[in-house]
């Protein structure tokens, strides 16, 4: 039996041929804070199920790392999947779809002969308890499609089928665990031991698979209802529903039969009602002078404000946008992160004390020159902007910060109307695969950079966790303060960011260190057929990002 000798960081050890990383790993555990749950070999990523079968270099992730935490919550996807078979029966399911994420748990809505309850939901709970207990192992198989397909005919997984249609590879990699079969976009655990920290509970009509945070997998939280995100999120969902769109199979269906335009036009209809009931609903309230707009990175907001202004104006209002980036402060005063960066994302970076002295000045309707901020020299300066508010006049403010009511603190509550926006995908690759609301931003912001700026995919995927840290501080804490939230997502929009996305993807070198990421977002663009923007209506969101706005975005 052939021996190979591994480096695993300054250490090296020979393991005999055949060796899983998983046992590799149980040598190194002792480095990491938490579960190791993938390799890299050699450059490439392995699953720790894989046999070592040659000398190189290892690289493990634990489930710390981004990587490492989505194999964790896969694994748990398919513990709860396969608790659902055994518990309810596949006879009594006609489908059981994770809708989402919201909060610390995935939401599954349930469709068949039972009845969700909070009993069925310890019952589910115990079985994949028992999974977890006696670590039963998860199998990996590759199998020619044509029999992946009868696999998942038995198992009635239509949805599945429809997938594999438009696959164009031959060969498909099937996971089983005690006889049941699934597919997964990404890798999985070796055994069910590894997802010890789990809760199932009842919540609304379904299901919730609360799960442990990122950066906490040894602590379990107590789940806590994101009410407006949620039912945001299910308004989504029905709105696919109606369109005969839950997944993307079936997104490649319309696409193929010619009847993709008719659909962005309702898609598009939908939206422009939610903004017209958004602008209905600040124009009663009387007393709103504040429009205060937030969210993520790429999810909208400038054509947002513009559509919304549009709506306000056939109200009677006079909108006037507001940046409140023309309010930071001048970069020598900018504080600086734990690297010693600028860090341009906190609130100690807006002169708080200017905005709310202006707004407060217009409030009273005084006259006041309005700053904009110039980000080559580092400076605000003066240049003969100008407002004054009528009775009818209203300014839209957008800027990371302002559902934070440290921001406008000395503005009266009435005066504010709050609005949080983001991109809330609810299109699922299949039932059992939805697709994270961060990576269809992502690709978002890697069109438009590489678009208006030029900017490689390597650049925006490296800047991309410091852009999510900065969301989780800043903005996500105040989304259920809002009066109003906007999802921006649209059902078809990764396919038409895909033609632009693509080729700036590849470009994405091996010994880059964002070359997983690339990979893992071509993996997922690999399941869309590409579908022609030319029809998009110069209005739409997405024009934001591939081109061809009517609006200055």
């Known amino acids: 039996m052939n021996t190979y000798k591994v480096k695993v960081g300054k250490k090296s050890k020979k393991y005999p041929e055949g060796t899983t990383f998983e046992e590799i790993a149980k040598d190194f555990k002792d480095d990491f804070t938490s579960d190791i749950a993938i390799a890299i070999f050699n450059g490439k990523m392995k699953e720790l199920a894989k046999k070592l079968d040659a000398d190189g270099v290892i690289e493990f992730l634990d489930v710390k790392d981004g990587t490492g935490y989505r194999t964790f919550k896969r694994t748990a ?22 809708e989402f994420s919201v909060n610390t748990g995935y939401y599954f809505s349930c469709d068949g002969d039972f009845k969700v309850t909070s009993a069925l939901a310890k019952k589910l709970e115990k079985r994949m308890r028992e999974l977890s207990d006696n670590s039963t192992p998860i199998l990996k198989s590759t199998k020619p499609v044509e029999e992946a397909g009868k696999i998942f005919a038995a198992q009635g997984m239509e949805d599945k089928l429809k997938l594999i249609k438009y696959r164009k590879s031959s060969v498909i990699n099937l996971y089983e665990l005690d006889g049941y079969y699934d597919y997964y976009y990404g890798y999985m655990l070796p055994n069910c031991g590894y997802v010890k920290l789990f809760e199932v509970l009842k919540y609304k009509e379904g299901i919730i698979l609360n799960l442990p945070r990122r950066t906490a997998p040894d602590v379990l939280e107590e789940f806590v209802p994101l009410e407006k995100v949620f039912e945001t999120m299910m308004t989504a969902t029905r709105w696919g529903d109606m369109l005969g769109i839950d997944t993307v199979g079936d997104l490649n269906d319309c696409i193929c039969s010619g009847d993709i335009d008719d659909m962005v036009l309702v898609q598009e209809a939908l939206q422009e009602r939610r903004i017209s009931e ?22 909208g907001k400038t054509s947002f404000s513009h559509r919304l202004s549009v709506q306000l104006r056939t109200l009677g209002l006079k909108p006037h946008p507001i940046a409140v980036d023309d309010y930071f402060v001048n970069r020598a005063d900018t504080p600086l992160d734990e690297n010693g960066n600028y860090n341009f994302e906190c609130l100690e970076a807006i002169d708080t004390k200017l905005f709310n002295s202006d707004m407060n000045k217009l409030l009273s309707g005084k006259r006041v020159e309005i700053p904009t901020f110039n980000f080559k020299i580092g400076a605000r300066e003066y240049k003969g902007n100008f407002k004054q508010l009528g009775p009818d006049d209203v300014l839209v403010i957008e800027g990371i910060h302002a559902l934070n009511d440290k921001m406008s603190s000395t503005l009266p509550v009435e005066s504010k109307y709050k609005i949080y926006i983001s991109a809330l995908t609810t299109l699922n690759i299949d039932e059992h695969n939805c697709i994270p609301t961060t990576d269809a931003r992502l690709l978002r912001r890697m069109v438009r950079d590489y678009r208006t700026r030029g900017a490689s995919a390597k650049r925006t995927i490296g800047m991309w966790p410091s852009v999510r840290r900065g969301e989780e501080e800043n903005i996500f804490p105040f989304q ?74």
Request: proline content about 4%; overall charge neutral; charged content about 25%.
């Open 77 to 98: 996807v398919l513990m709860f999947m396969k608790a659902c078979s055994d518990v309810i029966g596949e006879d009594k399911i006609n489908k059981i779809k994770l």
């Open 278 to 299: 958004i602008a209905k609903d600040i124009a009663k309230r009387k007393g709103v002078k504040f429009i205060m707009i937030a969210g993520p990175s790429s999810s």
């Open 480 to 553: 259920e303060t809002a009066d109003a939230m906007f999802n921006s997502a649209q059902i078809y929009e990764i396919a038409a960011l895909k033609a632009i996305a693509e080729p700036i993807l590849y470009q994405v070198k091996p010994e880059d260190p964002e070359y997983f990421e690339a990979k893992r977002l071509l993996k997922l663009l690999e399941y869309f057929l590409c579908m022609d923007t030319t029809n998009l209506p110069k209005n739409s969101i997405v024009r934001e990002f591939v081109g061809g706005s009517c609006f200055n975005v």
